[in-house]
């Protein structure tokens, strides 16, 4: 809802500038007829098919705070929650490449149990996670292979397959969010798009997702190993082999872009978000440098690079632990069922102290009352140097005095 209103309010400061430069124009030349086209919004209609898809699956929503959706999780009832409910609709393969076993480890423990299913590949099969293991001779063999094993292994249930390397870290949620109201039996090939020798394709550092249809493609078109192994030569360019292949078939990347026109699959890490200045940050293999674009950061954003494993317990714990009281949680922001008086408070609070009747209580002796219950200034202060001591070095303990004097 803030954001909405957020934006909104963006969108009429420009149009109230937009309006201000055209009064301008026609001020001071109204002779030269000026034509402006303006959009507020790059729209990119994914809210509203979502928003219609729903519409269509009987059910009510409403909204519920985090600690009714604790209970909402945790209940066999007839309520669920919206994320739970595409959980059960909308399937998610992870099929992750491992290249350091500490990367696969950590995310097995984070990011992957939001998955409907989770597939590990790697060179080897050594690490504390179960990894299948692989024998390609070059990269674009290594992604051919893993879609046909997953074609082969899976086909029954799969709807979405999102692939990734080791260093990346996702929210599954958010792109159940995102593909729910597409038919994952139509091609589609989901991820950050980039352009190499007139080649369109999604990079392979912001991860991408293919759906059933594109999946049962590729197979039939690469029907062995071998064939696999003929189409791409070389390592680190199978992002490139793949948006080839998907060409020549006609498939081509779709805009995942937000309604701001930011990347819901960020190939960069989060250490930008909302720094100042521009960044020119080393990219693909491809590209060599490229510009980050300040605060341009999806809130529905899907894949980020997550740096190191670390990393990844952290963002863990941000995103699905703890409790933000942002917008304010409901219980605390409604007025209580009796209002009391100013006037019952204080009559309540001497009649809890002993005092009788409180009609007969003097003001000296309300006063006397409130003394008793708080410490002098002085009480408190030493108070607080005795317990900060071993904290603080003196200095501190003195600034926090004269503050608190
Ligand atoms: C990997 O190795 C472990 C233990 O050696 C084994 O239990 C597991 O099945 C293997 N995983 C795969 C996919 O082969």
């Given at each position: 809802m803030l954001r909405i209103i957020y934006r909104l309010k963006k969108c009429v400061f420009i149009i109230g500038i937009v309006i201000g430069v055209i009064l301008a124009y026609l001020l001071i030349d109204s002779e030269n007829e000026t034509s402006m086209q303006m959009s507020c919004k790059i729209r990119d209609g994914s809210e509203i098919a979502y928003r219609e898809w729903f519409s269509m699956q009987n059910f009510k929503k409403y909204p519920a705070n985090y600690f009714e959706l604790r209970d909402v999780n945790s209940a066999s009832g007839d309520l669920t929650s919206e994320a739970s409910y595409l959980y059960s609709v909308v399937h998610v393969h992870c099929v992750v490449f491992i290249k350091k076993r500490r990367n696969a480890l950590a995310v097995k423990n984070t990011w992957a149990k939001h998955c409907n299913e989770i597939l590990f590949f790697g060179l080897e099969n050594r690490s504390d996670v179960s990894v299948t293991v692989l024998k390609p001779k070059s990269s674009w063999h290594y992604l051919c292979d893993a879609i046909r094993y997953l074609w082969q292994n899976?086909?029954?249930?799969?709807?979405w397959a999102l692939f990734v390397s080791d260093d990346v870290f996702v929210i599954p949620e958010n792109l159940r969010y995102y593909v729910a109201?597409?038919?994952?039996?139509e091609p589609h090939y989901l991820g950050e798009e980039g352009t190499f020798w007139g080649i369109e394709y999604n990079v392979g550092e912001a991860g991408y997702v293919l759906s059933k249809g594109v999946i049962y493609a590729l197979q039939n078109k690469f029907s062995s190993s071998e064939s696999c192994l003929r189409s791409g030569k070389y390592w680190r360019n199978e992002d490139f082999y793949l948006g080839k292949n998907l060409g020549e078939m006609g498939i081509t990347p779709a805009n995942t872009k937000d309604d701001s026109g930011c990347?819901?699959?960020?190939?960069?890490?989060?250490?930008?978000?909302?720094?100042p200045q521009k960044h020119t940050v080393p990219s693909s293999a491809h590209s060599l440098l490229n510009q980050i674009t300040p605060g341009?950061?999806?809130?529905?954003?899907i894949t980020f690079n997550g740096i190191e494993p670390d990393k990844f317990y952290l963002y863990d714990y941000l995103l699905y632990s703890v409790r933000v009281v942002h917008n304010g949680v409901s219980h605390g922001n409604q007025p209580p069922p009796v209002s009391v008086s100013e006037d019952q408070v204080w009559r309540e609070f001497v009649r809890a102290e002993g005092f009788g009747e409180p009609a007969s209580i003097s003001s000296k002796q309300y006063f006397e009352l409130w003394q008793q219950k708080i410490q002098s200034p002085e009480v408190f202060n030493t108070f607080l140097r005795q317990h900060s001591e071993g904290i603080f070095n003196s200095d501190d303990v003195d600034g926090a005095n004269s503050l608190g004097s």
């Open positions: 899976h086909k029954a249930n799969l709807h109201s597409l038919d994952f039996n990347n819901r699959f960020q190939r960069y890490n989060l250490n930008y978000v909302s720094s341009c950061y999806s809130d529905y954003i």
